[in-house]
């Protein structure tokens, strides 16, 4: 039984829930300042538990997240941490850490999570089977949101997970057709120099998409599926105007989208489809001044039921090993430059 809370404490501080936010107000800022943790460590390391951000405004901590389960753990972590700090303890991440892994299930609870996050493609040549908690609870968040946004570092599996799920769909005659967008950050040549069709321009930054696709399908089938249209590539300028019913839609490389561009893309959902936004919003590459859409569609819609937002980091990255400790050495480098 996790140790209650005094009345002194209990009285300190509330619980509301607003629009789907989920907050604790703490009068006390020294209070909420030993929670936050040195440079708010013990915040992140909550939001990797929950998979969902928290942020404090003056003296609210705050949880962006409408499902209820979320919610209580979100209050048990904070009623944990602030009787430990009521008591004369310090609130370090160890501690915090060991109150997370006392929450987290058991062998066998996590061994039936990850297998019910397996991905079998019917006709498909490979099965998928999640490698990090977060990757299964990305997957399982598709399955049960209309809206899923996934941000993360290179390598953490964000596109291949993406596109594996809407195989499975798509192969359970689950929708009609998947939709693949891009946005074209273009290094020195434009799209009318590239030859061929539209389809044709639009292919070269697709690809990792496409490679995903031919890595879990038999031979020749993405190409056969792309020719009877059943996979489209639609390049985000010319899906203004369209509703697309029935369809998953993959938004990858989100991070290079305009706040235009975003909207104009999620707002093409219709009825019976999903869709599914990829990004690592630390490799932005669109113009200094001008705004990633996937940073303020993360801060503007969360709390939204039906939206989830997924955040991946290092430990989730499953490509060479070395990509893992290139991340960590440029975050380092970015931090200690700011």
Not at 115 to 140: D, E, L
Not at 219 to 227: A, D, H, V
Not at 272 to 292: A, C, E, M, N, Y
Not at 293 to 309: N, R, T
């Amino acid at each position: 039984m996790p140790p209650t809370l005094t009345e002194d404490v209990k009285s300190s501080y509330n619980f509301s829930i607003v629009e789907s936010v989920y907050t604790i107000v703490v009068p006390d800022t020294e209070l909420l300042t030993r929670l936050c943790g040195t440079n708010d460590s013990n915040l992140r390391l909550i939001e990797q538990y929950l998979g969902v951000p928290v942020f404090t405004r003056g003296n609210e901590l705050s949880v962006g997240e409408s499902d209820p389960e979320t919610q209580d753990r979100f209050k048990h972590i904070i009623d944990r941490i602030l009787d430990e700090v009521q008591n004369g303890g310090d609130a370090e991440p160890d501690f915090v850490g060991s109150v997370i892994s006392d929450m987290l299930p058991s062998e066998e609870d996590d061994e039936a999570f990850f297998s019910s996050a397996a991905i079998r493609i019917p006709g498909g040549v490979r099965s998928v089977y999640p490698k990090t908690r977060n990757q299964a609870s990305f997957i399982q968040a598709m399955r049960t949101n209309d809206v899923v946004i996934c941000t993360g570092p290179a390598g953490s599996g964000k596109t291949f997970l993406a596109v594996a799920e809407a195989l499975r769909v798509l192969m359970l005659q689950g929708c009609s057709k998947i939709v693949l967008t891009r946005p074209v950050v273009e290094a020195g040549e434009s799209l009318g120099f590239l030859p061929g069709d539209l389809e044709q321009k639009i292919s070269p930054y697709l690809r990792p998409l496409y490679d995903a696709m031919e890595y879990l399908l038999p031979r020749g089938m993405t190409e056969r599926l792309s020719e009877s249209g059943i996979i489209e590539a639609a390049p985000l300028a010319y899906m203004r105007g369209r509703t697309l019913d029935n369809c998953i839609l993959i938004l990858d490389e989100a991070q290079n989208t305009t706040k235009e561009q975003m909207k104009l893309f999620l707002t093409r959902m219709g009825n019976g489809s999903k869709v599914f936004v990829t990004g690592d919003v630390t490799q932005i590459d669109l113009p200094k001044r001008v705004p990633s859409g996937l940073v303020h569609a993360v801060s503007v819609l969360k709390g939204i039921d039906g939206i989830k937002l997924m955040q991946m980091d290092g430990r989730d990255i499953v490509r060479n090993p070395l990509v893992q400790k290139i991340v960590q050495a440029y975050e380092y480098d970015e931090e200690n430059n700011e």
